[in-house]
């Protein structure tokens, strides 16, 4: 049980982290914005993440009991290296990146949520229902598209991108976070190496679908 | 009376452009945030500047009844240029920035809106009366300078510049925006030259205060 705990510390602290990080870097890149309307609505999503931050430190410090800064700090290298290597280049490559980051992860903790027991699943599902600001990401990707087609490739390349280095950082925490990959995978588990699989199969196939529906080709 | 709602558009055209901007400059400057608890901090200070900024957009489209994007374009190119050339060097200067630039807008639109027809007055008051989220900055640079007496020659040095570009940015707004000189210092206008003078230098006062709250030498 001391490892379960650990697992949803981990969970919650990457999550958290997860949330604080791509407020800040919307935020950022919120300036590259042609109109003041299309900045105000990449803030917008920003600031839905810093609600969603605020509500997982509270649930931490008063749920859970734990030092919030503690549960986040095995998460702020790999977090903040993938914000990195992930630099958007222009205001398009941004939006792409706001949407793709932010479905993957909401469908990554939904998936996982299920796992949990009944309080931390409610934090995660509440914290993740109130996304859907992203909306407007593929009504300007689409209209960006229909004007200059070929762009439609290196969007796509640079959703792969994205998609890639997300995957990498997993990896490098999978590595180091024992408990977590032994509450998804291991051997007193939920799921055995069949329903990791499956799950990150189902998470591919829902990541394809939204880039089918930016219009990109693939 | 045209004259009259034309400054009003151009007063909170200018405070909601200010806002958005305070949000999307803090969020990145808490990148250099030397914690995680720290650059919660600051991102609570950006995402309350959202919260203002939304407020008096739905302010202008239902109450004034303005395209809020028409009413901030005049102020766009200033109030970007003003950060362009006040972009914070470390985490220091990015908490003195929030803070002085913070209560400097805050004190000015205080101040004009005694001049304001009541609902506008309103408005404004509201907006402004959610701040106080800085008060964090007063300690952190106090201890900082604790630590590292000679930092506050070169802290207070970065704070007169601020002011000082804040009030050549100011000049250029006056030199464009008649109707708004007029609202505040014109022959129809409440004020004569000696209360305009008089505001200012409360203004400057308000502002000394705080740099000595800040432990910088002034």
């Known amino acids: 049980m001391a490892d379960r705990r650990e697992a949803v510390i981990d969970l919650l602290g990457a999550l958290a982290y997860g949330e604080l990080t791509a407020f800040e870097r919307m ?80 469908d990554f903790y939904r998936e996982v949520a299920a796992l949990l027991d009944d309080e931390t699943s409610a934090i995660v599902v509440e914290v993740l229902s109130d996304t859907g600001h992203a909306e407007f990401v593929v009504e300007r990707v689409r209209a960006a598209i229909a004007l200059d087609p070929p762009l439609a490739g290196r969007l796509a390349l640079w959703a792969r991108r994205l998609v890639g280095e997300a995957l990498s950082q997993a990896q490098h925490v999978a590595a180091q976070r024992d408990a977590l990959v032994d ?25 394809s679908e939204r880039i089918a529906a930016l219009g990109l080709s693939g």
Not at 67 to 93: K, S
Not at 183 to 200: C, I, K, R
């Open 27 to 106: 935020a950022t890149d919120s300036r590259m914005a042609p109109t003041v309307t299309d900045k105000a609505e990449l803030a917008r999503m920003a600031a839905a993440e810093f609600a969603h931050y605020e509500a997982l430190v509270r649930h931490l410090k008063e749920r859970v009991g734990v030092d919030p800064e503690v549960a986040m700090a095995p998460f702020v290298e790999v977090i903040d290296r993938f914000h990195d290597v992930t630099q958007p280049n222009d205001w398009l490559e941004g939006l792409i990146k706001a949407y793709v980051g932010d479905s993957l992860a909401a």
């Open 183 to 207: 509450l998804l995978a291991g051997s007193t588990g939920p799921m055995g190496l069949a329903e990791v699989m499956g799950m990150f199969n189902r998470l591919t196939d829902r990541h």
